[in-house]
T-cell receptor
């Protein structure tokens, strides 16, 4: 049973465009929401994370928006670059969890 | 280099064989994990160890047996391999349940059962 639902499965964006990936969860005990980036042949790596006490967090061209009442969060990649082409995973955990529950992943392709 | 390293990177084997994957981290983390990534890239937790103690065993067939000789090592032994075991297996480690600095993943072991 997938605890974090992620969409779309894949997206293609032109260089300079905005990529948007959405995630939703049901478990109200979740209080930590990271995003991981995975390049082919590599393991996932932490990109950015948010906690529910803030509605937005920005790091460079990457922004997480968080809607606690809707139990949804999203990743925006501004000014997308070919080097951003990768698979992105949202995830969630609760304070006592010895695991991260991952979404199904979104493969982003940035066309030059 | 500080990292999570796993060996081998590729493993091709026949059905019914037994194989092991090794993982080591030199980050001083307390918690180590095994995740399975299937052909659709879905990442699923298999096991979680904290200070050598098994914390999570996520309904994994008992053909899979993790072993943690110390908190820097977490190995995975798989008996009687089946076609459905073909996947990429990732080892990861974290401190503070990964809620400050995240998980550090290894580069994965691609297991192909033929």
């Amino acid at each position: 049973q997938q605890q974090v639902k992620q969409s779309p499965q894949s997206l293609i964006v032109q260089k300079g465009g905005i990529s948007i990936i959405n995630c939703a969860y049901e478990n109200t005990a979740f209080d930590y929401f990271p995003w991981y980036q995975q390049f082919p042949g590599k393991g996932p790596a932490l990109l950015i994370a948010i906690r529910p006490d803030v509605s937005e967090k920005k790091e460079g061209r990457f922004t997480i928006s968080f809607n606690k009442s809707a139990k949804q969060f999203s990743l925006h990649i501004m000014d997308s670059q070919p080097g951003d082409s990768a698979t992105y995973f949202c995830a969630a955990s609760d304070p006592n969890d010895y695991k991260l529950s991952f979404g199904a992943g979104t493969t982003v392709t940035v066309r030059a | 280099d500080t990292a999570v390293s796993q060996t081998p990177k590729y493993l091709v084997t026949q059905m019914g064989n037994d194989k092991s994957i090794k993982c080591e981290q030199n980050l001083g983390h307390d918690t180590m994990y095994w995740y399975k990534q299937d052909s659709k890239k879905f990442l699923k937790i298999m096991f979680s160890y904290n200070n050598k103690e098994l914390i999570i065993n996520e309904t994994v067939p008992n053909r899979f047996s993790p072993k943690s000789p110390d908190k820097a090592h977490l190995n995975l032994h798989i008996n009687s391999l089946e076609l459905g075991d073909s996947a990429v297996y990732f080892c990861a480690s974290s401190q503070d349940l990964g809620r400050v600095y995240g998980y550090t993943f290894g580069s994965g072991t691609r297991l192909t059962v033929v």
